[in-house]
């Protein structure tokens, strides 16, 4: 189960995160959406710490911090217990696909580097990506990069996966195969926080989303609900751009 309590953030005047609590339970899909500068990616960032919230308590799984009383030893717990797909893939350049994922794999989960190998081929497999395996991202396609990174996510059995706008850099061709990949990721109850604007993904795959706006919950509830059926104006209004 993942909880938030009151996460606030500012940078400066700005506020960002304006208290915002929700629960995901565990194997749960949480789809956030909102206008572009409204808190979702930072949201993101302050739940597995590589931003700090000035206020706010994170209960991930078994593991929990308070911001106010972060150590070190607490925030590489928390760490360890998220994986994160990011917007612009985040690979090392220099690696193979199949090195990108076994290297976390030797260093985090202190696998043997023929363990490391063989989960590696079942998780490019998995994102059908095996006979890429040999291949550096600048062979690959942004769609291949990021469902390299998803494999990459996957291979440290993390208690949450988060991904932020995984999409957002890919070329509308590139954008289904990741989506696919997303989405089983749903069907087998691998808990996720997803930052997307990709409206049909979150109706069809979320159990539960949340509109976001000006570092404040607006709306959240059921896809059906929020995205179908939105109570709020301002949640109608967004949605409203999507059907122009």
Do not use: W
Not at 146 to 168: K, Y
């Amino acid at each position: 189960m993942i909880k938030a309590e009151n996460i606030r953030k500012s940078f400066g005047d700005l506020t960002v995160l304006n208290g915002i609590s929700f629960e995901v339970q565990k194997g749960e899909t949480l789809a956030i959406i909102g206008p572009s500068g409204s808190g979702k990616s930072t949201l993101l960032r302050c739940i597995n710490l590589l931003e700090t919230p000035d206020k706010g308590i994170v209960t991930i799984g078994s593991h929990q911090y308070d911001s106010e009383h972060l150590t070190k030893k607490k925030t590489l717990e928390i760490q360890r217990a998220t994986a994160m797909v990011f917007q612009n893939y985040a690979l090392f350049a220099n690696m193979t696909a199949i090195k990108n994922i076994t290297l976390p794999l030797v260093k985090v989960k202190k696998m043997s580097a023929d363990e490391a190998h063989e989960r590696a081929l079942e998780l490019l497999d998995k994102v059908g990506l095996k006979e890429r395996a040999e291949f550096y991202p600048s062979q690959l396609s942004g769609g291949q990069q990021q469902r390299v990174g998803i494999a990459r996510a996957l291979a440290l059995n993390p208690e949450v996966i988060l991904f932020d706008e995984p999409t957002s850099a890919l070329d509308p061709e590139l954008v289904q195969g990741v989506l696919d990949v997303m989405r089983e990721i749903a069907r087998e109850k691998i808990t996720s926080i997803v930052v997307t604007h990709e409206m049909q993904f979150a109706t069809e795959a979320a159990d539960h989303v949340i509109f976001m706006d000006g570092g404040n919950i607006v709306e959240e509830g059921a896809p059906k609900d929020v995205i179908l059926n939105p109570k709020e104006e301002r949640t109608r209004q967004f949605l409203g751009s999507f059907t122009k």
